[in-house]
């Protein structure tokens, strides 16, 4: 069984104009294998493919799903950009726990017969029911030696995280290895990072006992995602960070300067690392 999880940390950090905060806190994803999901399904009871378990993972929490399922729609999507399936795709994603999830992004991400890594796409979610998937290509890659995509910002992801953006994601995942790691950088125009975030984990087996460990070591998981987002976007507000909605296309939006009148004043701290902490932007 090439599936499994990863348990880890997600570290965000923060280093801009308006704040500057830093926050980790302890996490699972899930790492699974398209091809094995009927295999999954049929040997693990406590974890089920479109129908309700204490663990799930459902087609229609994706961009694009079809009848044909995950693999299907993931192999479209890479054919409408003009690149060609992979031996193998893995889905590094957060699993339904008691049939709720919040994914603000899940990364598809296909090896070849080496277990390299040749592409990748990573869908993005907001918390106002957008969603955007980039395709990560030989076009976006810009490293060689560790797997780095670039791409510009395309989709509102932050009500605190405003204007024009580049995002790197850098992979460090051969297939099946006992660790993963997958950071994003985000930077301005000019080049200046401003927001980063970074995930790793080690292996475990998929299985009926690591669900079971999940459960109890972190209970309602992705409730716990959604809450800690709501936790820390009150911060920022209190913190005079700007607020502003996305539009209807869900576009990235203008940058709001200092002087802007829609700017808040806002005050600069340096917070101490926290377990179970993260910020929405």
């Given at each position: 069984?090439?599936?499994?999880?990863?348990?880890?940390?997600?570290?965000?950090?923060?280093?801009?104009?308006?704040?500057?905060?830093?926050?980790?806190?302890?996490?699972?994803?899930?790492?699974?294998?398209?091809?094995?999901?009927?295999?999954?399904?049929?040997?693990?009871?406590?974890?089920?493919?479109?129908?309700?378990?204490?663990?799930?993972?459902?087609?229609?929490?994706?961009?694009?799903?079809?009848?044909?399922?995950?693999?299907?729609?993931?192999?479209?999507?890479?054919?409408?950009?003009?690149?060609?399936?992979?031996?193998?795709?893995?889905?590094?994603?957060q699993l339904r726990v008691a049939n709720y999830v919040?994914?603000?992004?899940?990364?598809?991400?296909?090896?070849?017969?080496?277990?390299?890594?040749?592409?990748?796409?990573?869908?993005?979610?907001?918390?106002?029911?957008?969603?955007?998937?980039?395709?990560?290509?030989?076009?976006?890659?810009?490293?060689?030696?560790?797997?780095?995509?670039?791409?510009?910002?395309?989709?509102?992801?932050?009500?605190?995280?405003?204007?024009?953006?580049?995002?790197?994601?850098?992979?460090?995942?051969?297939?099946?290895?006992?660790?993963?790691?997958?950071?994003m950088h985000v930077k301005d125009p000019a080049g200046?990072?401003?927001?980063?975030?970074?995930?790793?984990?080690?292996?475990?087996?998929?299985?009926?006992?690591?669900?079971?460990?999940?459960?109890?070591?972190?209970?309602?998981?992705?409730?716990?995602?959604?809450?800690?987002?709501?936790?820390?976007?009150?911060?920022?507000?209190?913190?005079?960070?700007?607020?502003?909605?996305?539009?209807?296309?869900?576009?990235?939006?203008?940058?709001?300067?200092?002087?802007?009148?829609?700017?808040?004043?806002?005050?600069?701290?340096?917070?101490?690392?926290?377990?179970?902490?993260?910020?929405?932007?």
């Open positions: 069984m090439r599936s499994a999880l990863y348990a880890g940390e997600l570290l965000h950090t923060r280093r801009d104009r308006f704040a500057r905060r830093t926050f980790r806190y302890p996490m699972y994803v899930a790492a699974i294998d398209l091809a094995e999901l009927p295999q999954l399904a049929r040997d693990l009871r406590l974890f089920s493919h479109n129908r309700l378990n204490a663990f799930a993972l459902h087609d229609r929490d994706y961009r694009d799903a079809q009848p044909g399922g995950l693999l299907a729609a993931h192999h479209a999507r890479l054919a409408a950009h003009g690149l060609a399936p992979a031996p193998r795709t893995t889905l590094v994603t919040f994914n603000p992004v899940s990364f598809f991400l296909d090896h070849d017969d080496r277990g390299e890594l040749v592409q990748a796409v990573a869908e993005v979610n907001n918390n106002y029911g957008g969603n955007h998937p980039y395709v990560l290509g030989p076009a976006q890659r810009v490293a060689a030696n560790l797997p780095t995509y670039r791409v510009a910002k395309e989709f509102f992801v932050s009500p605190f995280l405003h204007g024009p953006a580049t995002y790197d994601f850098a992979f460090a995942t051969p297939a099946q290895s006992d660790r993963l790691a997958i950071t200046e990072p401003i927001f980063h975030a970074h995930l790793t984990g080690e292996r475990r087996a998929l299985s009926d006992r690591t669900l079971a460990w999940a459960a109890l070591r972190y209970p309602f998981m992705t409730a716990q995602v959604i809450g800690l987002i709501y936790w820390e976007a009150l911060k920022l507000r209190r913190l005079g960070v700007p607020f502003r909605r996305p539009g209807p296309d869900h576009g990235p939006g203008p940058a709001i300067e200092p002087t802007d009148p829609a700017a808040a004043p806002a005050r600069n701290h340096d917070m101490p690392l926290a377990s179970k902490r993260t910020s929405p932007s």
